[in-house]
């Protein structure tokens, strides 16, 4: 049983009686068996498996500690514990009870988003100040979601000063774009846990223990969720000292107020840590202990032999700095999937892997962009899926923002138009539109809120005539759109010529290959290709076009590769869009953010770019909570390390001419005396 592998500070916290409890698990000290004991508590105790559910961060997560489980009962058992993310227990448990669920990433709804917010014109609205951007309004309504009860407009307003002016019309954007979400079962992460949430408020709890790991990162969104559910006994586990994700909303202040909240609750500590050696724990603890003690903790090291001593690291320049650590990672004898960079920002990342690879080392990145996240993958993708689900507006909406002139507000428009015209399928409505519909809503005009009607709309499509196309294509009421220019109406009749080619294709190799051959796809690449190889000047680098261009064709072969082992396109593309991750993992040393990096273990960790302005990232920390969130950040950084932990900084970037100062962490962790320049950064830390 895992009860008799326990220390005994983890059997008390995993026997502990029913109600609500919180564990205190600084990094390595057995949290994960700790929480495995529990269920195993609970299952011998004659709770049955249903009745158990398990939160974790990560779905893989979940799924290790299901297994460990199912080694000491079964894996029926163990099974049948409702376990995964906050996310994927609510998408679970909605789809059990409504059909029309479709997830959509963020980008994707970002996508639907601006076509809504484009149909206000703001400049024509007699306000003063600036209006947000669509992005950014969706990023913060988001946010808003995740972090906060209030009204949404204080709520922005406070952040960003005069946007109050604007509320009316950016709520109005907001109930269309829910709407809109609601009409065609759209919903995105936080709608996830919001319809759950309510489904709780108005159930009784299915389940008579809810465990939560990672409890420090929970948000607002996150907490209300668990308080609607109200389960009889709630255990908690996590580390004050490791909340990071402040800027995705989560409150440390929903950890630290635990006992406030509950005043019957209790709370145990782990002491012990299995994973660092004394030396690289007693750094991470002189510096955490800057931070304010939420709950009395004080760590003991487990480990015992010969223990290396952190090392500073310092550097005359950055590419300096790179070339070294990779020549050290060259001579180390640490295998170096056991190794591993770690870095404050992303921008750090390409420096090292540079390095590396000119040392002849594999590396992969962690957290980086995925081969499925290339906007001409997503594009291919977009059009196979419309085959096989011509109600995805969201993949037709990516698609015709390539379409010159035709913006995602009017592609929104076309494609609502189109399904009209079909009776509710966009590729019936295409192909052989209802002539007798309007394909064209009606809009009323309201200026307060920034509504205004397009020109009225063309009655005769004559005056694309001169394009040459079809008669019986010239004569689709859908032309009819005023915003359509020839260009526009060209990109539409190549996807009109496309869909039907495809629609007597079978498999997906075939199909896939005529859709990265089409006239569309090529408007997609070389828009593409030109982006990425337009100059500051404004000139396209041919050269880089035509590398552009190279790169963009060997994803396509990939494709194709990837399409020949599949029968049915459906399945295809759910294996494309959920298998993504996989594809780009790589081997070799690991370069990794340090959010990327939580829980994970290394024998040898070097976190680099220790400068002021770097590591702490101050632009970020007065976003995020102050220096004390960076602090965090510092302190998971260097306790993923178990034997070997170095630290450097370098003085100067020469290419951006920039001189730096170490990091004040650095200083904290005994490793610089403190000087001048220290209490000048301990200032800079202050709030105002």
Same mark, same amino acid.
């Given at each position: 049983?895992?009860?008799?592998?326990?220390?005994?500070?983890?059997?008390?916290?995993?026997?502990?009686?029913?109600?609500?409890?919180?564990?205190?698990?600084?990094?390595?000290? +057995?949290?994960?068996?700790?929480?495995?004991?529990?269920?195993?508590?609970?299952?011998?105790?004659?709770?049955?498996?249903?009745?158990?559910?398990?939160?974790?961060?990560?779905?893989?997560?979940?799924?290790?500690?299901?297994?460990?489980?199912?080694?000491?009962?079964?894996?029926?058992?163990?099974?049948?514990?409702?376990?995964?993310?906050?996310?994927?227990?609510?998408?679970?448990?909605?789809?059990?009870?409504?059909?029309?669920?479709?997830?959509?990433?963020?980008?994707?709804? $970002?996508?639907?988003?601006?076509?809504?917010?484009?149909?206000?014109?703001?400049? $024509?609205?007699?306000?003063?100040?600036?209006?947000?951007?669509?992005?950014?309004?969706?990023?913060?309504?988001?946010?808003?979601?995740?972090?906060?009860?209030?009204?949404?407009?204080?709520?922005?307003?406070?952040? @960003? =000063?005069?946007? &109050?002016?604007?509320?009316?019309?950016?709520?109005?954007?907001?109930?269309?774009?829910?709407?809109?979400?609601?009409?065609?079962?759209?919903?995105?992460?936080?709608?996830?846990?919001?319809? %759950? $949430?309510?489904?709780?408020?108005?159930?009784?709890?299915?389940?008579?223990?809810?465990?939560?790991?990672?409890?420090?990162?929970?948000?607002?969104?996150?907490?209300?969720?668990?308080?609607?559910?109200?389960?009889?006994?709630?255990?908690?586990?996590?580390?004050?000292?490791?909340?990071?994700?402040?800027?995705?909303?989560?409150?440390?202040?929903?950890?630290?107020?635990?006992?406030?909240?509950?005043?019957?609750?209790?709370?145990?500590?782990?002491?012990?840590?299995?994973?660092?050696?004394?030396?690289?724990?007693?750094?991470?603890?002189?510096?955490?202990?800057?931070?304010?003690?939420?709950?009395?903790?004080?760590?003991?090291?487990?480990? =015992?032999?010969?223990?290396?001593?952190?090392?500073?690291?310092?550097?005359?320049?950055?590419?300096?700095?790179?070339?070294?650590?990779?020549?050290?990672?060259?001579?180390?004898?640490?295998? @170096? &999937?056991?190794?591993?960079?770690?870095?404050?920002?992303?921008?750090?990342?390409? +420096?090292?892997?540079?390095?590396?690879?000119?040392?002849?080392?594999?590396?992969?990145?962690?957290?980086?962009?995925?081969?499925?996240?290339?906007?001409? /993958?997503?594009?291919?993708?977009?059009?196979?899926?419309?085959? /096989?689900?011509?109600?995805?507006?969201?993949?037709?909406?990516?698609?015709?923002?390539?379409?010159?002139?035709?913006?995602?507000?009017?592609?929104?428009?076309?494609?609502?138009?189109?399904? &009209?015209?079909? @009776?509710?399928? %966009?590729?019936?409505?295409?192909?052989?539109?209802?002539?007798?519909?309007?394909?064209?809503?009606?809009?009323?005009?309201?200026?307060?809120?920034?509504?205004?009607?397009?020109?009225?709309? /063309?009655?005769?499509?004559?005056?694309?005539? @001169?394009?040459?196309?079809?008669?019986?294509?010239?004569?689709?009421?859908?032309?009819?759109?005023?915003?359509?220019?020839?260009?526009?109406?060209?990109?539409?009749?190549?996807?009109?010529?496309? %869909?039907?080619?495809?629609?007597?294709?079978?498999?997906?190799?075939?199909?896939?290959?005529?859709?990265?051959?089409?006239?569309?796809?090529?408007?997609?690449?070389?828009?593409?290709?030109?982006?990425?190889?337009?100059?500051?000047?404004?000139?396209?680098?041919?050269?880089?076009?035509?590398?552009?261009?190279?790169?963009?064709?060997?994803? +396509?072969?990939?494709?194709?590769?990837?399409?020949?082992?599949?029968?049915?396109?459906?399945?295809?593309?759910?294996?494309?869009?959920?298998?993504?991750?996989?594809?780009?993992? +790589?081997?070799?040393?690991?370069?990794?953010?340090?959010?990327?990096?939580?829980?994970?273990?290394? =024998?040898?960790?070097?976190?680099?770019?220790?400068?002021?302005?770097?590591?702490?990232?101050?632009?970020?920390?007065?976003?995020?909570?102050?220096?004390?969130?960076?602090?965090?950040?510092?302190?998971?950084?260097?306790?993923?390390?178990?034997?070997?932990?170095?630290?450097?900084?370098?003085?100067?970037?020469?290419?951006?001419?920039?001189?730096?100062?170490?990091?004040?962490?650095?200083?904290?962790?005994?490793?610089?005396?403190?000087?001048?320049?220290? =209490?000048?950064?301990?200032?800079?830390?202050?709030?105002?």
């Amino acid at each position: 049983m895992p009860l008799s592998r326990l220390n005994p500070e983890q059997l008390a916290a995993a026997k502990a009686p029913f109600g609500h409890n919180l564990v205190i698990a600084s990094a390595g000290t +057995g949290k994960t068996s700790t929480i495995v004991g529990r269920i195993a508590h609970l299952l011998a105790s004659g709770i049955r498996p249903e009745e158990i559910l398990l939160l974790t961060f990560t779905n893989k997560a979940a799924a290790e500690m299901v297994e460990r489980i199912a080694g000491y009962f079964d894996r029926q058992t163990a099974s049948r514990i409702e376990a995964g993310t906050f996310h994927a227990v609510s998408y679970r448990r909605l789809k059990a009870l409504r059909e029309n669920v479709v997830l959509k990433q963020p980008m994707e709804l $970002r996508t639907l988003f601006r076509s809504i917010y484009d149909k206000r014109q703001f400049h $024509r609205l007699s306000l003063d100040g600036q209006p947000l951007s669509a992005n950014f309004l969706y990023d913060a309504y988001s946010l808003w979601q995740n972090a906060s009860n209030e009204d949404f407009v204080m709520w922005l307003n406070d952040r @960003h =000063e005069g946007q &109050a002016v604007f509320g009316d019309i950016y709520l109005d954007i907001i109930e269309e774009f829910q709407k809109t979400k609601e009409a065609y079962g759209f919903v995105d992460f936080n709608d996830l846990l919001i319809l %759950m $949430r309510e489904h709780f408020r108005r159930s009784d709890s299915p389940f008579k223990e809810v465990l939560v790991d990672e409890y420090q990162d929970t948000n607002a969104l996150q907490g209300s969720w668990i308080d609607a559910l109200d389960p009889p006994s709630l255990f908690c586990v996590g580390d004050y000292d490791q909340s990071i994700y402040a800027f995705n909303g989560a409150d440390i202040h929903i950890i630290a107020g635990f006992t406030e909240r509950y005043p019957d609750a209790r709370v145990f500590t782990l002491s012990k840590n299995y994973r660092s050696t004394a030396p690289i724990l007693s750094l991470a603890n002189r510096v955490i202990e800057y931070n304010e003690r939420i709950y009395p903790k004080k760590l003991e090291v487990v480990r =015992e032999g010969r223990a290396e001593p952190p090392r500073l690291l310092m550097f005359e320049t950055l590419m300096q700095q790179y070339e070294q650590i990779a020549q050290m990672i060259r001579r180390s004898t640490v295998p @170096h &999937a056991e190794i591993a960079v770690i870095f404050r920002n992303n921008a750090s990342a390409d +420096g090292i892997e540079a390095m590396l690879r000119e040392q002849g080392i594999a590396c992969r990145r962690k957290g980086g962009r995925s081969f499925f996240d290339a906007k001409e /993958v997503k594009a291919a993708l977009d059009l196979a899926t419309l085959t /096989v689900n011509p109600k995805d507006m969201m993949a037709f909406i990516h698609i015709f923002e390539y379409a010159p002139g035709v913006g995602s507000a009017t592609a929104k428009e076309l494609f609502e138009g189109l399904t &009209a015209l079909g @009776h509710g399928d %966009m590729l019936e409505g295409l192909m052989r539109p209802d002539g007798s519909i309007n394909p064209f809503k009606a809009r009323k005009v309201n200026y307060q809120l920034g509504l205004f009607d397009h020109p009225q709309y /063309v009655g005769s499509v004559s005056r694309f005539a @001169h394009l040459g196309l079809e008669e019986s294509f010239l004569a689709h009421p859908i032309l009819k759109h005023p915003a359509l220019n020839a260009e526009g109406v060209r990109f539409l009749y190549a996807f009109y010529r496309l %869909m039907h080619g495809l629609r007597v294709k079978k498999q997906p190799l075939s199909m896939m290959r005529e859709i990265l051959a089409s006239k569309v796809y090529d408007t997609v690449i070389q828009q593409l290709a030109r982006k990425r190889s337009t100059l500051k000047n404004g000139e396209i680098d041919e050269t880089l076009k035509e590398q552009a261009l190279e790169r963009i064709r060997r994803k +396509g072969r990939l494709l194709n590769q990837l399409a020949g082992a599949y029968t049915g396109m459906e399945r295809f593309i759910n294996a494309m869009v959920l298998g993504g991750a996989e594809l780009s993992e +790589g081997e070799g040393v690991n370069l990794l953010t340090v959010h990327a990096s939580k829980g994970l273990e290394f =024998e040898e960790v070097y976190v680099i770019d220790l400068m002021d302005g770097r590591f702490p990232n101050r632009k970020l920390a007065s976003r995020a909570g102050l220096i004390e969130e960076e602090r965090r950040l510092f302190y998971v950084a260097v306790t993923r390390a178990k034997s070997r932990l170095y630290l450097s900084f370098a003085k100067e970037d020469r290419f951006k001419d920039v001189t730096f100062v170490p990091s004040q962490f650095l200083y904290e962790a005994g490793l610089l005396k403190k000087d001048e320049t220290y =209490e000048r950064l301990k200032s800079l830390s202050l709030p105002d």
